[in-house]
């Protein structure tokens, strides 16, 4: 049975989506901007600020689900550059401890808003 997460402390879908689905004892997050939860537009135009609001938006979804982004099993990351690899990656560093969750960092074209950076997640229950 699929279940829907929401909460108010990550922004809401900007599309037909849900913010997570549970399912089978996992978490599957769709990806999250740097977008501020309460007023829908971008934390800043930098993206380790972004990173750091991405990240705090699953892990608001994680904990409406009854678990935390330090259960995490796989995340991606998507960036509009990829030279933004190093700043994202240290900040992923930070949020995350050994052993990390498996990964893949993808350069995209563009993302939704503007942003500079979207990371999603599969989290265990």
Known sequence: MRIPVTTT?????????????????????????????????????????????ALANLDAICREAGTGLSKALRCTIYLVDLSDFAVVNAIYADRFEDPFPARATVQVAALPRGARVEIDAVVAL
């Open 9 to 53: 402390d990550a922004p809401a879908a900007i599309g037909p989506y849900s913010q997570a689905i549970r399912h089978g004892g996992l978490l599957w997050c769709s990806g999250q901007l740097g977008l501020d939860p309460r007023k829908g537009t971008l934390v800043g135009d930098d993206t380790a600020a972004q990173a750091r609001q």
